[in-house]
């Protein structure tokens, strides 16, 4: 690629050190950050109407010149503005109320474009109408009409941001190099780079937008195609180990599990054993609801591994996860041979010596632990399989650090936040998915009521009445970002009221995030032991933990929770036997936290939810795509763009198998930008 676009924007005509530091907090540092900057919406001037053609009370957009200007004061007192605005057909006047500030923005002579409805006062008038102001014709980006509206952030404005684009475009635009090779502008009849980048930020008309659109979302799902291509390509090549998975094990192994396998997991478990045995190391993502028995399938292949004499790191997101998980392995494992071990930040200096020596002379099996097993001191004497419990809180980098500890250790993924089915395959195409999706056996899914303000003195006694039972009860109070300290303030003040006004007989505790972990651990303890009925949270996370014995989970404004994250935490009540109930407490203000509330009553198929929540919210803030790996992206949008993004797998998958290298000299632009878009985690991938 061109030098030049590698050049700080310090070198761009009317950017100076103190704007090129603004807009570096925009992400935006060199020429081509600046072309690639894109707007995120668009102000439509473009059918451009005669004023002569005004209907009263419907919606016009015009073009035209001020001739007049009027600050005046109405009888009241209000201020108006009015500023006469004329085409070759007419006059109608702008019309702003208490704005007088706004009349140094207009100068007799200036041209604009007008969007409002119309009026008819003495005189054909536009109220507060939507205004742009034409640019000089030369450097003219507003000429055409759509205007484009870029995020913005303090100390800068639309115009000025605006210009210094439009500036960009016009020094390099043209010297843009086309990342896409040849053949696939022409297969697609895309526009070049240079003209889809001009377009997209000054559009000529909405055709050619939605053309230079088209162009760009397929090129940036291309290159996070051939991204993944790469990858899977690279992981396939590693040397990994060929484990030994016969009649012989299968056998041991199932004499550990004291339960038939659902017929998921025995396919699950068949996809993983195929896995093992080949020479390539395994790299899968397990995707499962909450209690569809991942752990358990986690467990199988981990004994493979352990029969064939290698061992087994098992990580979680928690140290209460992983201490479930050890409980969980132990309970299985007590009457086996195999070494099981837990290490967490909190293991005392002594125990954590030893263990570390035991895992570096071979001595320890299977280690479970948080991600403090990737810390640097730690080394395996033959670390062979790898289980990482996701939970959504891994990155993609702490996976790696993983994998060279081992020699080429083969790794799974659990991960109880489905993704639906067709957005898995295609997105993480660098690894191969299994879908847990059959629940075992005497599971009874949670009852699910939307609970109104009226209804809640009728649920308050039925939570009583379960208490009386001897079951006991979630209370989950969301924390909202921006006001934490209040939302926190107000899950404190809810848990004295719950248990001065509403539940006095019962015992209630607290759990939030600001609490120490030793605290929260303590609190979780008790809860577990039944010392409190009723836990009141603020925090998903750590209530992982499996509590058969509570059978209500109460959350509190459940309408400013996600899809997922209610699905998750309903998915914390019902592992006993008992029926269990999920109360959503709240008054949804929007359609889509109706329509959030309503798919939690209907449906319990994780995967189903997935599909809704993804519709809903936008892939944006469908799963934080970092804690995936993904890099950001800039005009995709996965749900709306699924189509292209699976066009685009299919050629980023032929090119890498065709040049696993990318070595001819076309794809040069490719390489250097996935490698700009995988910036800070470039070490997962072997390109050239
Ligand atoms: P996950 O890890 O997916 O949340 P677990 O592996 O913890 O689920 O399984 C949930 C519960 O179901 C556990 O108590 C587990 O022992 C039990 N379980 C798992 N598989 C089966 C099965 N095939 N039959 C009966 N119970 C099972
Ligand atoms: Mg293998």
Redesign the pocket.
């Known amino acids: 690629m061109n030098q030049l676009f590698n050049q700080p924007i310090q070198y761009l005509k009317g950017v100076g050190p103190k704007r090129s530091e603004i807009l570096e907090r925009l992400g935006i540092k060199t020429i081509l950050d600046l072309l690639y900057y894109f707007p995120r919406d668009y102000n439509d001037f473009s059918k451009i109407q005669k004023i002569s053609e005004s209907k009263i009370g419907a919606k016009i957009t015009i073009r035209g010149t001020i001739a007049g200007i009027q600050n005046r004061v109405a009888r009241g007192g209000k201020p108006i503005l009015e500023v006469f605005v004329s085409d070759e057909t007419g006059t109608i006047a702008a019309t702003w109320f208490n704005q007088p500030f706004l009349v140094n923005k207009f100068h007799v002579g200036d041209r604009l474009f007008l969007h409002g409805k119309v009026n008819s006062y003495k005189y054909l008038q536009l109220l507060s109408p939507e205004y742009e102001m034409l640019g000089d014709e030369v450097s003219g980006f507003t000429t055409w009409g759509i205007i484009p509206v870029y995020p913005l952030t303090e100390h800068i404005s639309q115009t000025q941001l605006r210009k210094i684009i439009h500036s960009a475009i016009q020094c390099c635009a043209d010297l843009l190099d086309d990342t896409l090779p040849e053949a696939l502008v022409k297969k697609y009849n895309f526009s070049h780079a240079a003209e889809a980048i001009k377009h997209i930020h000054f559009p000529p008309s909405p055709e050619q937008l939605s053309r230079a659109k088209n162009r760009l979302v397929y090129e940036e799902l291309f290159i996070l195609e051939v991204a993944m291509a790469l990858r899977r390509r690279s992981i396939k090549s590693e040397q990994g180990i060929s484990f030994k998975a016969g009649a012989n094990v299968d056998g041991h192994i199932r004499k550990i599990?004291p339960?038939?396998?659902?017929g998921a997991?025995e396919r699950v478990v068949h996809e993983i054993k195929e896995d093992m045995k080949n020479t390539k190391p395994m790299n899968r993502l397990l995707q499962?609801?909450?209690?569809?028995?991942?752990?358990?399938?986690?467990?199988y292949a981990a004994l493979i591994a352990v029969a064939n004499g290698y061992q087994v790191a098992f990580m979680a997101p928690t140290e209460i996860l992983a201490q479930q998980h050890f409980h969980?392995l132990q309970k299985f494992l007590h009457a086996s041979q195999v070494r099981l071990c837990l290490l967490t930040g909190s293991s005392d200096a002594k125990y954590k010596k030893e263990t570390l020596s035991q895992l570096s002379n071979g001595t320890i099996d299977l280690i479970v632990g948080t991600h403090a097993l990737i810390e640097e001191t730690i080394s395996f004497k033959n670390l062979g399989f790898v289980v990482i419990?996701e939970q959504h809180k891994f990155g993609v980098l702490q996976r790696l650090k993983l994998r060279k500890k081992g020699v080429s250790p083969d790794v799974l993924i659990?991960t109880?936040t489905p993704i639906p089915r067709t957005l898995a395959i295609t997105l993480f195409g660098d690894m191969d998915i299994s879908f847990?999706d059959e629940?075992?056996?005497?599971?009874i899914p949670a009852k699910t009521y939307w609970i109104s303000k009226n209804k809640e003195t009728a649920a308050y006694e039925f939570i009583r009445g379960e208490i009386k039972k001897g079951r006991q009860v979630f209370v989950i109070y969301p924390l909202v970002e921006q006001s934490e300290k209040l939302d926190l303030k107000s899950a404190v003040t809810e848990a004295e009221r719950l248990q001065k006004e509403i539940f006095p007989e019962c015992k209630v505790g607290l759990l939030h995030g600001k609490m120490k972990s030793s605290e929260k651990e303590q609190v979780m303890k008790d809860f577990k032991e039944k010392r409190y009925d009723i836990l009141v949270s603020t925090i998903i996370i750590e209530v992982g933990i499996?509590i058969?014995n509570a059978t209500v989970m109460v959350i509190e404004h459940a309408e400013r929770f996600g899809l997922a994250q209610l699905h998750q935490l309903r998915?914390r009540i019902g592992?006993g036997c008992e029926q269990s109930y999920c109360l959503l407490f709240g008054i949804p203000k929007t359609a889509i936290s109706r329509e959030r509330l309503r798919t939690m009553v209907k449906t319990h198929d994780g995967f189903k939810i997935a599909e809704m929540d993804f519709k809903l919210r936008g892939p944006g803030e469908f799963f934080g795509t970092r804690q995936h790996g993904l890099p950001e992206l800039k005009i995709s949008n996965l749900f709306h763009d699924f189509p292209i993004l699976q066009k685009a797998r299919k050629d980023a998958f032929e090119i890498v198998n065709n040049d696993p290298h990318l070595s001819s000299e076309e794809y040069q632009k490719i390489k250097q930008r996935v490698t700009e878009m995988f910036k800070d985690r470039l070490e997962l991938f072997t390109i050239g």
């Open positions: 599990i339960f038939p396998l659902t997991q499962g609801d909450v209690g569809s028995g991942k752990t358990v399938v986690a467990l969980t419990d659990m109880a847990l629940m075992p056996p005497g599971r499996d058969p998915g592992r």
